[in-house]
């Protein structure tokens, strides 16, 4: 089960780029669009099959991450050049920058014995969730060249923006707040 569950992972992994290349240099978004939902879904499932079956790896505790970010940030950047809008490349930016930050504390509550401070929280799994739901959105829209689902796809990728924001200033003030006690 250890093997199935990295594997879901390293999906995820491989897949980033390919969603990236369909979209942008083959213009295929139905290919992305299928690729970035079946990627989204390991998402899911890689981390719920660890937890019930207890086959949490370490190996599998650096990778999840990178994984997460891999697709959002080859997904982000399909999306930002599909659609060369320049509001979708301000949220992207925000986004991904959140990204590195909360990756930067985490590091750091590590190296500092305060890592229950960066532990993932519902409103940071709310903000993945719709940002994947954005990104699917996008790559449908673009599929089936529909204005109006971009328009709703922006929307729900500012929501997840401001999400992502929050979060990002609820684990950086973890992060401080427990510093201050060591």
Known sequence: MQA????????????????????????NYWLSFWLFNLAALTDFLDGKLARDFKVVSKLGEILDPIGDKLLLLFSLASVMLVTQDGYIGFMAVFILGREFWVSALREFSANNAISDSTKVTFLAKVKTTIQFISISMFLLSFAIDNALLVFLASFALLLSLLISLKSGVNYTFNVFRKNKRM
């Not at 569950?5 to 990236?20: D, K, Q, Y």
């Open 4 to 27: 199935f569950v990295l594997g879901l992972t390293l999906f995820r992994i491989s897949s980033a780029p390919f969603i990236f290349i369909s979209a942008v240099f083959f213009e």
